[in-house]
T-cell receptor, first 111, second 114 residues
Framework: DQQVKQNSPSLSVQEGRISILNCDYTNSMFDYFLWYKKYPAEGPTFLISISSIKDKNEDGRFTVFLNKSAKHLSLHIVPSQPGDSAVYFCAASAYTDKLIFGTGTRLQVFP | DTEVTQTPKHLVMGMTNKKSLKCEQHMGHRAMYWYKQKAKKPPELMFVYSYEKLSINESVPSRFSPECPNSSLLNLHLHALQPEDSALYLC?????????????FGSGTRLTVV
């Protein structure tokens, strides 16, 4: 039972444009959502999070939007840069420290 | 120090071997985690230690044995593993009371069981 899903395995975006990565979840008890970025041969790196009491959180080029009624969140990266090319994981937790990860989306930013 | 350090980075072991993975952090984090990641799959939680005590075991087979000797160290003892246990093993730590900050992950140990 995959409680956190990222239905797009890959995304290709031109440098300078907006990257939008999507994530859907099924568990209405999730109260925190996080995005991680992972380069090959490295551990995931925390990017940004959002509490379930909010619908938007922004940090520099990264913005996360949460739509609780649709059980959907998205990560917007603008402008996209070649260094953003990585695998992005959505993760969620339900009032615990246990994080459940999505399957990941590979983002490629080309010049 | 803002890192989680995992050793070794790579490990090849036979099915009858005993080996240990090590994880260390000096950020004062009180929660530490072991995750397992297979190729093209998301990280899957194995164990959680909170204040040096095992708080979550995700029904992991007993051939994996975690240990938390102190608040900075986390070990994963391996014995009689199977080839399907080959994976990237990730350690992470977090400040328990601020879940919005997220985990800090190590770079992982790439384990191959032959």
């Amino acid at each position: 039972d995959q409680q956190v899903k990222q239905n797009s395995p890959s995304l290709s975006v031109q440098e300078g444009r907006i990257s939008i990565l999507n994530c859907d979840y099924t568990n209405s008890m999730f109260d925190y959502f996080l995005w991680y970025k992972k380069y090959p041969a490295e551990g995931p790196t925390f990017l940004i999070s959002i509490s379930s009491i909010k619908d938007k959180n922004e940090d520099g080029r990264f913005t996360v939007f949460l739509n609780k009624s649709a059980k959907h969140l998205s990560l917007h990266i603008v402008p996209s840069q070649p260094g953003d090319s990585a695998v992005y994981f959505c993760a969620a937790s339900a009032y615990t420290d246990k994080l459940i990860f999505g399957t990941g989306t590979r983002l490629q930013v080309f010049p | 120090d803002t890192e989680v350090t995992q050793t070794p980075k790579h490990l090849v072991m036979g099915m009858t071997n005993k080996k240990s993975l090590k994880c260390e952090q000096h950020m004062g984090h009180r929660a530490m985690y072991w995750y397992k990641q297979k190729a093209k799959k998301p990280p899957e939680l194995m164990f959680v230690y909170s204040y040096e005590k095992l708080s979550i075991n995700e029904s992991v087979p007993s051939r994996f044995s975690p240990e938390c000797p102190n608040s900075s160290l986390l070990n994963l003892h391996l014995h009689a593993l199977q080839p399907e246990d080959s994976a990237l093993y990730l350690c992470a730590s977090s400040q328990e009371r601020d879940r919005g900050v997220g985990y800090t992950f190590g770079s992982g140990t790439r384990l191959t069981v032959v």
